[in-house]
């Protein structure tokens, strides 16, 4: 189609690293911007008065339903290149995506009902902070799973219905809910004033304290899982490169903490994007270059060439596209929520 004829072992190479990358931004990207305002929902149900729920809610109004963009973007990038790895994870993991998508659902609706009504108001409180909790907790199942693996014969699924359901997908379930739940603390701190900001802080140090004893439980857990994980993280010298990671994520979980004694604003958030971000790198160091572990890799899944490259036009021009309206969309509606909400406005300022 492309005319590369003997070029296109290079790029049968290149071209599933690549698309293996742009996909893990895009998995990252929602992580991050969906992760903070999943975790104001998880946080809502706890927030002591009418006004807190307001506020916390008014801060992430503006840039919700952007932040989910990158979630249809690495599904789609899925399915667009690495067919043979979307047709095993969907049949083995639909149950907690629909859950999660029905979760995200309710949390939609609620955003738009809540603010119209008054009498069914507590009942769009509920399916907000339970939307986000559901979600949370689905898509930490769908991680553990995916660490897990999954049983295959060649592009067909043959587990069972309930395979992605144990101990270990049950533990990064509730990890991520610890998470989501410190992203969100940490954007309440950035995002509100007042007593509302000083009982973000104190929610904000509790859920560090369990993501950090989630994080390492399952840590510990991760190398046995799969004998070739094993021995990537303790075989020589690969451990001597890879101790650093352990050593900065307590380091950041540490700074993290001190910010959030000392009252610092903005930087308990990145912080904590920081703590995600370094989660992140250990799964891929772990799992890489399987992205149906523990058998199949990129360049087994990965659609022809021609198919790749088509797809990486739509996605270069999207993937800007996305970056460039989130770093607007937050831009515009910077700064802090007022303490008094008037009218339909988002009252920042």
Same mark, same amino acid.
């Given at each position: 189609m492309f005319g590369f004829g003997t070029e296109y072992e290079g790029l049968a190479f290149w071209l599933p690293l690549i698309w293996a990358a742009l996909i893990a931004v895009a998995i990252a990207m929602y992580v991050i911007v969906d992760? &903070?305002?999943l975790g104001v929902g998880i946080l809502f149900r706890a927030a002591g008065h009418e006004n807190w729920r307001d506020r916390m809610m008014f801060s992430v109004a503006p840039i919700w339903d952007g932040n989910e963009t990158w979630l249809i973007l690495g599904g789609g990038g899925l399915f667009a290149v690495f067919h043979v790895a979307y047709a095993i994870l969907m049949p083995a993991l639909y149950v907690p995506i629909i859950l999660m998508l029905i979760a995200l659902i309710f949390r939609g609706v609620a955003f738009e009902f809540r603010f119209k009504s008054e009498r069914s108001?507590? $009942?769009?409180?509920?399916?907000f902070h339970f939307g986000s909790l559901i979600a949370t907790f689905a898509q930490g199942i769908v991680l553990g799973a995916f660490i897990q693996g999954f049983s295959n014969d060649g592009r067909? &699924? %043959? +587990? +069972?219905? *309930?395979?992605? @359901?144990?101990?270990f997908s049950l533990l990064t379930g509730v990890s991520l809910i610890f998470g989501y739940g410190l992203l969100g603390a940490t954007w309440c701190v950035m995002k509100t004033t007042g007593e509302l900001e000083i009982w973000a802080r104190r929610m904000a140090v509790r859920f560090l304290i369990g993501t950090i004893i989630a994080m390492a439980i399952v840590s510990i857990w991760v190398p046995f899982l799969e004998r070739h994980i094993e021995?990537?993280?303790?075989?020589w010298p690969n451990i001597a490169f890879l101790a650093p990671i352990p050593l900065v994520t307590a380091y950041t979980a540490y700074r993290l903490f001190r910010d959030l004694e000392e009252g610092r604003h903005v930087r308990p958030f990145f912080l904590?994007? +920081? @703590?995600? @971000?370094l989660g992140y790198l250990g799964l891929g160091i772990? $799992? &890489?270059?399987?992205?149906?572990?523990?058998? $199949? %890799? =990129? *360049?087994? %899944?990965?659609? %022809? =060439?021609d198919s790749q490259l088509f797809a990486l036009v739509g996605f270069g021009i999207a993937m800007p596209m996305t970056f460039a309206y989130t770093a607007y969309a937050y831009y515009v509606f910077r700064g802090k929520v007022a303490e008094e909400i008037r009218g339909g406005g988002y009252g920042l300022h």
């Open positions: 992760g &903070f305002d108001k507590f $009942l769009w409180d509920y399916a067909q &699924f %043959t +587990g +069972g219905t *309930w395979d992605f @359901l144990t101990p021995a990537r993280w303790f075989s904590a994007i +920081g @703590l995600f @971000l772990s $799992l &890489f270059p399987y992205n149906v572990p523990p058998a $199949l %890799t =990129v *360049w087994q %899944t990965a659609n %022809t =060439v």
